[in-house]
């Protein structure tokens, strides 16, 4: 990283950042204020209302009636009623009012970054710019929100937030009418219509909406997992904003986001908008892929894009123990456990463990024998709407999902790659035990009862022990 050299002074810190904080402190002296009609600098104290032209500002506007200390201010300020832009960028031709706006402009042309940090080496094109930055060393955040209390170092970031609380959402999408609190968030949100995503991952060519989301991406690649929880250790991809702070809740028991309807409480707002799709029933993202509606609709794209990949069979997340590929990097770390033999979730009733909580959650219901999914066709009750939903497949006839090799159709998104192995011969999964190989990893789980001699389902009238679920439950029909 680059460091800009400068001279210590007496208490150790570089004559740069003792300029720089006497500076922030004269400039947050003087914070505008969201109340206020703009000015063109601080005044004198008691000065505020008084007229301009005892306050050494002689030269008014004739349209407006602002006041200026200099005839060449006040000509600079006409320019914005009459739009006259006399200094124009000879690269892109943009038109500024002032010269000085102009030689900032050009340094996003030619990369001149003239302000550095003295802390971190960062430069920056303006002087404004490394202000704010130094902020970040400081740990000042002079803005602060009246309703929670939260600091933010600019006053565009305290505005910005304090739409969280008036519910204010002044930027609008012209495409689905959806409404943001801030032009950033829209100009990203407006790449879910136009199928923009400039940002490029170098190692699997997949494009993102942000640069953010590509760094996050990239770290799937080089398994970097910087940000450490505290109380477990366990490591993850994204900071405070994101999968930590949403963990650390987990050790906390908050649930910070509530449904008015219900007052149910939820670990992250994204939670909160799903579960409240229950009440509303609106799925705004339908997919229509290669011209053929399928008719599925989601409240989210990034739930429609991960959707789209059972129809584009795209496996952007490889296994590099078996080379086996996943449409989400979810799906590829739980499949890792398998190599590993890691299995975090277990079973308070047996002990079992589990590679994932939503298997934990579905295996627990083994134990209740408790149905409350019930079809509509046939009657037929199921303990997930997972289980219903794939249930229902069988009333109708259509299979989406094709073979490569001999188009054979399958009702599911996993069947095609499952199938596949009839042709290639490949048995991925190893007893490590016997050596006998399988073509899925739930069938090496159950051989490897064999070795163990484990029966983790238990008849709930006789006690007796079962090695497989289906055997118990057709044990149990014979009790009643």
């Excluded at 219509?193 to 940002?199: A, L, N």
């Excluded at 909406?209 to 929880?229: A, G, M, V, Y």
């Excluded at 997930?384 to 006839?397: A, G, K, N, V, Y």
Aim: aromatic share 8%; glycine share 8%; proline share 5%.
């Amino acid at each position: 990283m680059r460091r800009v050299a400068r001279a210590p002074t007496e208490d150790g810190y570089c004559a740069c950042a003792v300029l720089l904080v006497r500076r922030l402190k004269t400039a947050t002296a003087h914070a505008p204020c969201c109340s206020c009609p703009d000015d063109d600098g601080p005044d004198e104290p008691g000065s505020r209302n008084k007229d301009t032209s005892t306050t050494g500002k002689p030269c008014k506007c004739g349209d407006c009636g602002k006041g200026f200390k200099y005839p060449s201010l006040l000509e600079i300020h006409r320019r914005s009623h009459t739009g006259e832009k006399p200094f124009t960028c000879s690269v892109c031709g943009k038109g500024f009012t002032q010269s000085t706006t102009l030689l900032r402009h050009q340094r996003f042309h030619t990369g001149e970054r003239p302000f550095p940090c003295c802390v971190c080496g960062k430069g920056f094109a303006q002087s404004s710019e490394l202000l704010i930055h130094w902020r970040v060393h400081t740990g000042e955040k002079p803005f602060t929100c009246s309703v929670c209390g939260r600091g933010f170092t600019q006053l565009s970031q305290l505005l910005t937030h304090q739409r969280v609380h008036t519910g204010e959402r002044p930027f609008t999408c012209s495409v689905c009418e959806k409404r943001f609190t801030n032009s950033s968030n829209l100009l990203t949100h407006q790449r879910v219509h136009t199928g923009k995503r400039p940002f490029i991952c170098s190692m699997c060519e997949k494009g993102f909406t942000t640069s953010s989301n590509l760094l996050t991406h990239q770290r799937i690649h080089t398994r970097e997992k910087p940000f450490t929880c505290s109380v477990c250790e366990r490591g993850f991809s994204q900071d405070q904003s994101s999968n930590l702070q949403t963990h650390q809740q987990v050790h906390t028991g908050e649930r910070p986001f509530t449904c008015s309807e219900c007052g149910k409480g939820f670990i992250q707002s994204s939670h909160l908008l799903r579960y409240k799709e229950v009440y509303t029933g609106e799925r705004p993202f339908t997919c229509s892929l290669c011209g053929k509606r399928c008719g599925k609709e989601f409240n989210f794209p990034s739930d429609l894009e991960m959707h789209r990949r059972c129809h584009t069979r795209e496996k952007l997340f490889n296994c590099s123990e078996c080379g086996k590929g996943f449409n989400r990097n979810a799906h590829l770390q739980q499949h890792q456990r398998v190599h590993t033999r890691e299995r975090p979730f277990t079973c308070s009733v047996c002990e079992k463990g589990f590679t994932s909580s939503s298997i934990l959650l579905r295996h627990k219901q083994v134990h209740t024998d408790e149905r409350p999914f019930k079809c509509a066709e046939c009657g037929k009750c199921f303990k997930s709407s997972r289980e219903l939903r794939s249930h229902q497949l069988i009333h109708s006839d259509e299979r989406p999902f094709r073979c490569s090799h001999c188009e054979a159709g399958f009702k599911h998104s996993y069947q095609p790659s499952l199938h596949q192995r009839t042709h290639t011969g490949e048995r991925p999964y190893t007893c490590s035990q016997c050596g006998k190989k399988f073509t899925q990893p739930s069938h090496l789980r159950l051989h490897e009862r064999v070795h163990s001699g484990e029966k983790p389902f238990t008849c709930t009238v006789c006690k007796k022990k079962f090695a497989h679920s289906s055997h118990m439950l057709k044990h149990q029909r014979g009790h009643k």
